[in-house]
């Protein structure tokens, strides 16, 4: 089945860092999204992808649509103590729209 | 709040019980998704349902069964719990086509 490799698996930055995560796939996708996970809190839509190439941005959050459609990166630019959480990726296939999610990111940043 | 909801947010009970998890999709969606996370774990994809019929099945237990009622509605249902099945169980609701899904904000499942 469809496989995402999520990387890294976790981070801890200072407070003011850039963060790169990135998702890679073993097949293609149309649609590429980035969550956040909160503690204690279920998954929020960040970003969606929908096209390869796309370059989407949301605040201080930037996500790319690898050329390829089996790629995908998550770039939060001067951190802040309240970017704590998990950030997964999700692609989502052509037929039907069932997501496959990455194993997800643990990001901690120290104030 | 997300327009999913999930009862009930806590549930603690013992061993070899059966409990039942509630969810309420976002108003129009259609499908329904149930997810398990289990302590520093991702997101394992148990079941899917589709306007009442289930549509895919993940890594779900013969313990674990699911339901979702004419009104859209899903239950999920665990029986005879074992330590290990404590996590956080997510339901999320799309209304299909492109796009994510909604999470809801889980049920926390503890067994003791």
């Known amino acids: ?111 | 709040d997300s327009g999913v909801t999930q009862t009930p947010k806590h549930l603690i009970t013992a061993t070899g019980q059966r409990v039942t998890l509630r969810c309420s999709p976002r108003s129009g969606d259609l499908s329904v998704y149930w997810y398990q996370q289990s302590l520093d774990q991702g997101l394992q994809f148990l079941i899917q349902y589709y306007n009442g019929e289930e549509r895919a099945k993940g890594n779900i237990l013969e313990r674990f069964s699911a339901q979702q009622f004419p009104d859209l509605h899903s239950e999920l249902n665990l029986s005879s719990l074992e330590l290990g099945d404590s996590a956080l169980y997510f339901c999320a609701s799309s209304g299909g086509g492109r796009g994510g899904y909604t999470f809801g904000s889980g049920t926390r499942l503890t067994v003791v």
Do not use: H
Not at chain 1, 5 to 11: I, W, Y
Not at chain 1, 38 to 59: D, Q, R
């Open chain 1, 1 to 111: 089945g469809q496989q995402l490799n999520q990387s890294p698996q976790s981070m801890f930055i200072q407070e003011g860092e850039d963060v790169s995560m990135n998702c890679t796939s073993s097949s293609i996708f149309n649609t590429w999204l980035w969550y956040k996970q909160e503690p204690g809190e279920g998954p929020v839509l960040l970003i969606a992808l929908y096209k390869a190439g796309e370059l989407t941005s949301n605040g201080r959050l930037t996500a790319q649509f690898g050329i390829t459609r089996k790629d995908s990166f998550l770039n939060i630019s001067a951190s802040i103590p309240s970017d704590v959480g998990i950030y997964f990726c999700a692609g989502q296939g052509e037929f039907g729209n069932m997501l496959t999610f990455g194993g997800g990111t643990r990001l901690m940043v120290k104030p």
